[in-house]
Structures are given as structure tokens and as C-alpha cells.
């Protein structure tokens, strides 16, 4: 059975600061892999995807990495920001490439001006 | 951007009674659409699946008969709960896919507290 676990639970950093959000899944046999955003209260904002045959995918200031072997993934978020606030979450298909997700329980990011 | 909604955004009812919440893929037909529950500082747990046209798969452990789910056509989905208590008081998102192997879109979600 498939399970996502998210580390650190929370974080705390102050502006300006390049920081890391660690996922790992038990089993490496994804199709795919997506980091999430979820605001209090609010629905979730999908960040980035990456395929199971890509390591990384970028936006903005902000990079996934996936390594599917070692069953892990990263998001990078570069120059942090009060707004990147948030809790993050990251999520992969259970079974095919159509499946429901199942989810860490998610990094609550908290960037100090 | 594909976009999914859910209507309403929040409710508060009583005790017994039902209420319904409205998933629909605005610009996207979805032949499947997920509902996911969210309890505080918990993570998403997937409640059922919902396919147009035929009967939704409920995940062990949640009732059919409590948690309707129509998905009447290939862009809305609808999950009712049904004879509502304080326990079902949570917080419900629905998604939906435009293909295999694209990203999942969320609908913002449905704040349901029960008296």
C-alpha cells in the first residue's frame, strides 16, 4: 500500500531564505508525482507535476525534483517570501495514471517578514 | 487553466438534515471526479470516486447510503450528505482530470459544519 510522508511538518524561516520541503513514498512505482498548495481554509493550488521519466520540473521560483528509486521528491522554493505561507502538499496516483492521489499530510510553511 | 468548482463554498446546517455540494469541471470534461475529505491538520483521504454514468466506489469505511454521490454528466458531480451529524462537520474537495496523465484540478472546497 502506498504511503506519502512529508518532512518537516513545519517550518518557520525568515524572508529571503531558500528553503526545502521533503517528500518520500514507499512505493517507486508512480506515474507521477504533484506538490500542492493549500491556504487556510482554501482548496488546493497544483504547483508542479512531474512525470515519472523527468527529475525535475521548475516554475518560477520554484523547483521539484523527483528520484524515483530512492522513492523521494523535493520542492526547492528559492527566495522565500511572506505570501509562499502555506502549507504544501505532495501527492501521487494510486494506482494508474487516472487514480485518486493520496497525500503527505503536508509542510505548514511559515516565511517571517 | 482548467478550473473546477464547488458550490456551495460553505455551509452550516443542522443536525439531520441533508446537504448537497456541486463539483463541476468548468472548461474540461472529466469522466472521473474524486471526492476527498479534510479533517483539521489531518491530510486529504480520498472518500469515493465518482464515474459519469455509473455507480461511484466508496472507499472502505465510508458509507454509500450517507454519502450520495450522481455524476449525471461529464462535467458535474454532486455528493450528498445525507441524514448530516456534528461528526460529518469537515471539509470536502472534489477533483477531476482532463486526460491520463494530466494534472489533477481541485475544486476550492466546501466548509461543512453541522449543529
Known amino acids: 500500500k502506498q504511503e506519502v510522508t512529508q518532512i518537516p511538518a513545519a517550518l518557520s524561516v525568515p524572508e529571503g531564505e531558500n528553503l526545502v520541503l521533503n517528500c518520500s513514498f514507499t512505493?517507486?512505482?508512480?506515474?507521477?508525482l504533484q506538490w500542492f498548495r493549500q491556504d487556510p481554509g482554501k482548496g488546493l493550488t497544483s504547483l508542479l507535476l512531474?512525470?515519472?521519466?523527468?527529475r525535475e520540473q521548475t516554475s518560477g521560483r520554484l523547483n521539484a525534483s523527483l528520484d524515483k528509486s530512492s522513492g523521494r521528491s523535493t520542492l526547492y522554493i528559492a527566495a522565500s517570501q511572506p505570501g509562499d505561507s502555506a502549507t504544501y502538499l505532495c501527492?501521487?496516483?494510486?494506482?494508474?495514471?487516472?487514480?485518486?492521489?493520496?497525500f503527505g499530510k503536508g509542510t505548514k510553511l511559515s516565511v517571517k517578514p | 487553466g482548467a478550473v473546477v468548482s464547488q458550490h456551495p463554498s460553505r455551509v452550516i446546517c443542522k443536525s439531520g438534515t441533508s446537504v448537497k455540494i456541486e463539483c463541476r469541471s468548468l472548461?474540461?470534461?472529466?469522466?472521473?471526479m474524486f471526492w476527498y475529505r479534510q479533517f483539521p491538520k489531518k491530510s486529504l483521504m480520498l472518500m469515493a470516486t465518482?464515474?459519469?454514468?455509473?455507480?461511484?466506489?466508496?472507499e472502505q469505511g465510508v458509507e454509500k447510503d450517507k454519502f450520495l454521490i450522481n455524476h449525471a454528466s461529464l462535467t458535474l458531480s454532486t455528493l450528498t450528505v445525507t441524514s448530516a451529524h456534528p461528526e460529518d462537520s469537515s471539509f470536502y474537495i472534489c477533483?477531476?482530470?482532463?486526460?491520463?496523465?494530466?494534472?489533477?484540478?481541485f475544486g476550492p472546497g466546501t466548509r461543512l459544519l453541522v449543529l
Open positions: 477533483s477531476a482530470s482532463p486526460g491520463a496523465g494530466e494534472t489533477q484540478y
Open positions: 512505493d517507486s512505482a508512480i506515474y507521477n
Open positions: 512531474i512525470q515519472s521519466s523527468q
Open positions: 501527492a501521487v496516483p494510486n494506482g494508474g495514471s487516472q487514480g485518486n492521489l493520496i
Open positions: 472548461d474540461f470534461q472529466a469522466t472521473t
Open positions: 465518482s464515474n459519469e454514468g455509473s455507480k461511484a466506489t466508496y
